[in-house]
């Protein structure tokens, strides 16, 4: 019965927090690029009135899908599939602490030191705009860093517990593994500054695939 329980928690979380991220990161997140105008994506970020509310609810929607994949983790208790998925979990625990970290710098001390640039005497403005930009690439180091272990290595992880199990089908197992190897490569490119618009490609289908995930999970626990 708990088993059961946890399966519905956790394709009801998996399902929700998939959702809430694709929403909040397509439609709802604010389009900068610190790269091309530093000093208008500083502009914008510091007038924002969503801008820390979306990075507060992207928190809460990642944790969701943080439960579907500990829900995915247990429903699958034996051979190697449960070996990967383990290793998988584990992977995810790391992944999410640097995300979070990520989120904190880039969700609210960016707008603060946003602020701090815009409304400083005109003589603090540079050293304001260096301590901004520095921000930034603290920023982009965590993204990079996040990208390749939580949508990275962990789905890997996971999508090779789902092939060499019985569980759920296998080829949705090998679209993880796909995922993940892309999402690792993006993440690689972004930690030398560079980076291929069509590979958020792949985290868009990672989330549809925790989507999927977590309706199966609750198929699954109305049927155990």
């Known amino acids: 019965m708990p088993e059961r329980i946890l399966l519905r928690i956790g394709g009801v979380s998996a399902v929700v927090g998939s959702i809430l991220v694709l929403v909040l990161q397509v439609l709802v997140h604010p389009r900068t690029d610190m790269e091309a105008d530093p000093e208008g994506a500083l502009q914008l970020i510091a007038e924002s009135n969503i801008w820390i509310g979306s990075h507060v609810g992207m928190i809460f929607a990642v944790l969701l899908v943080a439960g579907g994949l500990v829900g995915l983790y247990r429903s699958i208790t034996s051979g190697a599939g449960a070996a990967w998925a383990r290793l998988g979990f584990a992977i995810l625990l790391a992944g999410m602490s640097v995300l979070l970290v990520y989120l904190g710098t880039d969700g609210i001390a960016k707008q603060q030191v946003a602020e701090a640039w815009v409304n400083a005497p005109e003589a603090e403005k540079a050293a304001a705009f260096r301590v901004a930009l520095a921000l930034n690439e603290i920023d982009q180091a965590l993204l990079a860093i996040f990208m390749m272990v939580f949508f990275g290595v962990a789905f890997v992880l996971y999508g090779l517990a789902v092939v ?44 549809v695939w925790v989507l999927v995930m977590g309706i199966l999970m609750w198929r699954k626990a109305r049927g155990a």
Not at 179 to 194: C, I, K, P, R
């Open 164 to 207: 060499t199990s019985t569980v759920y089908p296998r080829w949705l197992g090998w679209l993880a593994v796909v995922g993940g190897v892309g999402t690792v490569l993006n993440g690689s490119l972004h930690a030398y500054g560079s980076s291929f618009d069509i590979l958020i490609l792949f985290h868009l289908l990672l989330l």
